[in-house]
């Protein structure tokens, strides 16, 4: 792999004790994602504060590395290399999420499932299914449109109105069923209630007969929740007031867990 260009004060350590240039350059990196994947030297010098010439050096080395590619217009794009490091860490955080589902399991009695924000999809990356013989089944590595979904609806609550009419502008908003939301205003409306109420309710709108309920992962390393599922008979609105605290519970557990690197 080829070596940074850096100077001797980017890779000084930092006050943290770690690589400067390192943290520096994951730093881009984010404000990259942040700005939609594409991004100027000059805007990045004005987001992170640092002098164009060391962000040239440390962007040098990411497309050098295949993590930053430059396009024809000399802005600069994230690069696929990231794409299978992505893919590894999604899996991986699935892995650490099994036995906060299984807790679900146990203590709701429906099937538990955990799922990102992919671009303008939901990818659901791990599931613990429930005991009885009468259980929902999402395949690991499904993709969804968020306008049907209740964890599509809980990693958006906190989106900005006008970015997520953009995203169902791009994604249209098919209805999977009679019960499905199928204008932006009435998603928004569904996500003002998943910020009043703290959690968000999937209820017949991807398939008939289901009810989901979920809540985000606060501070997780990429956006994520959780939500349990299950038959609208059992899935009533008693048991919501039963579910609720145990899913927002568990989501707050397994934050704490990916913020100390030390899950369960």
């Known amino acids: 792999m080829p070596t940074s260009s850096a100077s001797t004060t980017d890779s000084a350590k930092s006050a943290t004790g770690g690589v400067q240039s390192l943290e520096r350059a994951f730093d881009l990196l984010e404000r990259m994602a942040d700005a939609g994947g594409e991004v100027?030297?000059?805007?990045?010098?004005?987001?992170?504060?640092?002098?164009?010439?060391?962000?040239?050096?440390?962007?040098?080395?990411?497309?050098?590395?295949?993590?930053?590619?430059?396009?024809?217009?000399?802005?600069?794009?994230?690069?696929?290399?990231?794409?299978?490091?992505?893919?590894?860490?999604?899996r991986l955080l699935g892995t650490w999420a099994r036995p906060y589902l299984a807790r679900l399991v146990e203590?709701?009695?429906?099937?538990?499932?955990?799922?990102?924000?992919?671009?303008?999809?939901?990818?659901?990356?791990?599931q613990v299914p429930s005991k009885h013989s009468m259980r929902m089944f999402t395949?690991?590595?499904?993709?969804?449109?968020?306008?049907?979904?209740?964890?599509?609806?809980?990693?958006?609550?906190?989106?900005p109105d006008q970015e997520v009419r953009a995203l169902l502008a791009r994604t249209g908003m098919p209805a999977a069923t009679e019960k499905t939301i199928t204008t932006p205003d009435g998603f928004l409306a569904a996500l003002e209630d998943v910020r009043r109420l703290g959690y968000a309710?999937?209820?017949?709108?991807?398939?008939?007969?289901?009810?989901?309920?979920?809540?985000?992962?606060?501070?997780?390393p990429t956006a994520a929740a959780i939500s349990i599922s299950g038959p609208a008979g059992r899935v009533t609105e008693s048991a919501t007031d039963k579910i609720v605290p145990v899913l927002q519970q568990v989501a707050g557990e397994l934050s704490e867990a990916l913020a100390t690197q030390n899950p369960a």
């Open 201 to 220: 309710v999937d209820d017949n709108e991807q398939e008939i007969g289901v009810r989901c309920l979920a809540v985000s992962v606060p501070n997780s």
């Open 40 to 90: 100027g030297l000059s805007e990045l010098s004005a987001s992170s504060g640092l002098p164009l010439p060391t962000i040239h050096r440390l962007m040098r080395t990411l497309v050098a590395c295949g993590y930053v590619r430059q396009q024809p217009n000399r802005r600069y794009a994230l690069g696929p290399r990231l794409i299978r490091l992505g893919e590894s860490a999604s």
């Open 107 to 126: 203590e709701t009695g429906e099937t538990a499932n955990m799922a990102l924000l992919d671009g303008d999809e939901i990818v659901y990356v791990a």
């Open 139 to 159: 395949e690991v590595g499904r993709r969804v449109l968020p306008h049907s979904t209740g964890v599509g609806k809980a990693l958006l609550a906190n989106t």
